[in-house]
């Protein structure tokens, strides 16, 4: 069965600190990976989405980036963090024809002080 | 393009009790459609979804939605409420690639004992 996995739980980074995020996938090939952050009371922005290996695409402008660099990795990063990077971020996935469904990691609460 | 609104930011119901929250849809294309449901501090779990076919679908936990495209609903409801159906409730609408999917900004569904 397919997995997905996403760390830290939590994170506590001061302003101007560099971002790394982790998500990977198992049980899949070839998967469409996606980075979402929920901001409070609000719903789900899509931030970025990937369909390959080193295929990414932005769907908001913003301080944070992503990678592919494998097949069932997905990283979100930034240089410098600011306040308003503070959010849960959720990293997902769906089979590669776009799936009839979306599988979500547990989030990582980020919090920028 | 597309959009979600969810009628109501916090729904509260007695255990027991009819359980129905509200999703309108606006779709250019023949629609997918999700409910989600998310506890706190956790990712996103499907709870049911609409692709083609019957308009009725069922989901887990005794939820069940109905399309209605000349009304672009897409309403959840469960016939009796459990203390455990306590979370946080999101729409979601995508063109097929449901990992891209444009989300409401949820309901908080409260059950009162």
């Given at each position: 069965s397919q997995t997905i996995?996403?760390?830290p739980a939590t994170l506590v980074?001061?302003?101007?600190?560099?971002?790394?995020?982790?998500?990977?996938?198992?049980?899949t090939s070839n998967p469409n990976l996606y980075w979402y952050r929920q901001a409070a009371g609000r719903g789900l922005q899509l931030l970025f989405y990937s369909?390959?290996?080193?295929?990414?695409?932005?769907?908001?402008?913003q301080n944070l980036s992503a990678s592919r660099p494998q097949d069932r990795q997905f990283i979100l990063s930034s240089k410098k963090l600011l306040l308003s990077d503070s959010g849960f971020y959720l990293c997902a996935w769906s089979n590669l024809a776009g799936g009839t469904e979306a599988f979500f990691g547990q989030g990582t609460r980020l919090t920028v002080v | 393009a597309q959009s979600v609104t969810q009628l109501g930011s916090h729904v509260s119901v007695s255990e027991g009790a009819l359980v129905l929250l509200r999703c309108n849809y606006s779709s250019s294309?023949?629609?997918?459609?999700?409910?989600?449901?998310?506890?706190?501090?956790?990712?996103?779990?499907?709870?049911?979804?609409y692709t083609t076919g019957a308009t009725l679908v069922k989901g887990i936990?005794?939820?069940?939605a109905e399309f209605k495209k000349s009304e672009t609903s897409f309403h959840?409801?469960?016939p009796s409420a459990h203390m455990s159906d306590a979370a946080e409730y999101f729409c979601a609408v995508s063109d097929h690639n449901a990992g891209k999917s444009t989300f409401g900004d949820g309901t908080t569904l409260t059950v009162k004992p």
């Open positions: 996995h996403q760390w980074q001061p302003v101007g600190s560099p971002l790394s995020l982790e998500c990977t996938v198992e049980g369909i390959g290996i080193g295929q990414i695409s932005s769907e908001v402008p | 294309v023949p629609p997918y459609l999700f409910w989600y449901v998310q506890y706190p501090n956790q990712g996103l779990q499907l709870l049911l979804k936990n005794g939820f069940e959840l409801t469960k």
